[in-house]
């Protein structure tokens, strides 16, 4: 019975065996140094002074593995976001690329016509660093060979990490920018959707955003090879949405298209509605937002409605404003630093604020009138002057 072998685990035991022998050879000479210092005087100063040799050798290696390891830029290769994209009207920055190359050679050539009187400089440079190991005849070749050690040590890790992490990372970084000037572009042309979808994809490239992770497979494999669109669900969206004012659909077959239930369907109806917002239904978009199958659905839900924001009516606009609104807050909703929850406060940013309703002040109480109340006369001292009573006059006052 045959084996299947898990994707990635090639690479994942390859990445466990560099840094496997990464350990190895560091901690091979840090052991050496430590085993060296106890045997001085001065254990704790000539450790010291060790781990600051160490310290400045890896950096000096690093630093020339840097410049060996420099990539070069394709001349006429596009890192741009796909061949259906304007490509950024700028070119790439290369004056890193011709310093590496011209101090390369500098170095090398100085190198090479030094290699006869490479012991005598090696023993100097440990007769000079002796004092920091404690001193002694033992120093010098220790220290000389310490230096060493670790400045290949640097050089190999500085090149090994120059020459696989930054090129991902330019290339990343070019494709970015590609998709921001590429947005710009369709911005320009009034495609708005378009253009948010593209810094989307920007902004998902240089980590910024986290992405919809689910993908329908009803959509995969839908564009022939020779499509200029991206590759996957996202290029059967793109292809739909900029030949959707082509189309002969009618905004009632579209809302049909979306009724059908099935995921392919509803998400190739709101790429329909993204390309043409004459074909848009607002309750499909909000039934999407607020129900969606994926959060892929939704993402094109919202930009759906992103295209709709110019022609809502008031009381749309509210729909809207609550659908998305309540979508943030909920915790089963949209999930903030995605995609989605850029879109979502972008479309908020940009529908009107609700009108706030003044406090009425609270009705006063009706005052009842109040039937005026005897009051009892008092009494007059005998030989006195009666006193006045507020109260009615009686019988014969």
């Not at 254990?43 to 593995?65: D, K, R």
């Amino acid at each position: 019975m045959a084996r299947t072998r898990r994707p990635g685990g090639v690479g994942a035991a390859l990445r466990t065996a560099q840094w496997g022998a990464t350990g190895v050879l560091a901690g091979t000479g840090l052991i050496g140094l430590l085993l060296f210092a106890l045997g001085r005087e001065h254990a704790w100063q000539a450790l010291g002074g060790g781990l600051v040799v160490v310290g400045a050798s890896v950096v000096l290696g690093g630093a020339l593995g840097f410049l060996f390891g420099v990539p070069r830029v394709r001349g006429g290769a596009g890192a741009g976001a796909g061949a259906g994209e304007p490509q950024g009207s700028y070119a790439p920055n290369t004056n890193l690329e011709q310093v590496s190359d011209w101090l390369t050679k500098v170095l090398l050539g100085v190198g090479l016509t030094q290699l006869g009187s490479l012991g005598e400089r090696l023993h100097d440079l440990g007769t000079a660093l002796a004092p920091a190991f404690g001193g002694g005849a033992d120093a010098v070749p220790f220290a000389a060979a310490l230096v060493l050690y670790f400045l290949v040590f640097g050089f190999l890790a500085g090149w090994l990490v120059t020459r696989l992490a930054l090129p991902q990372a330019l290339t990343e970084t070019d494709q970015a920018l590609d998709l921001f000037l590429a947005g710009q572009d369709r911005d320009r042309h009034g495609d708005k959707v378009g253009a948010d979808d593209l810094r989307v994809r920007a902004m998902q490239q240089l980590g910024l955003l986290g992405g919809s992770a689910e993908r329908p497979a009803a959509l995969t494999g839908q564009l022939p090879p020779s499509s200029g669109a991206p590759a996957g669900p996202e290029g059967v969206v793109a292809e739909v949405r900029s030949t959707a004012r082509r189309s002969a659909l009618t905004a009632d077959q579209v809302r049909a298209l979306f009724a059908d239930g099935s995921e392919g369907r509803r998400i190739q109806a709101l790429a329909l509605m993204q390309g043409d917002p004459a074909l848009a239904d607002l309750p499909s978009v909000l039934d999407a937002i607020e129900h969606p199958r994926s959060g892929f659905e939704q993402y094109h839900a919202l930009l759906a409605a992103r295209g709709l924001l110019s022609r809502l009516p008031a009381a749309g606009a509210q729909r809207l404003r609550d659908a998305v609104a309540t979508q943030l807050v909920d915790p089963r909703g949209i999930p903030y630093g995605s995609d989605r929850s850029w879109l979502a406060e972008k479309i908020l940013s940009r529908l009107p604020a609700p009108a706030l309703v003044p406090e009425q002040p609270a009705p006063a109480a009706p005052q009842t009138p109040q039937s005026p109340q005897a009051v009892p006369a008092v009494p007059a001292q005998p030989g006195g002057p009666a006193t006045e009573s507020s109260g009615p006059a009686g019988p014969g006052s």
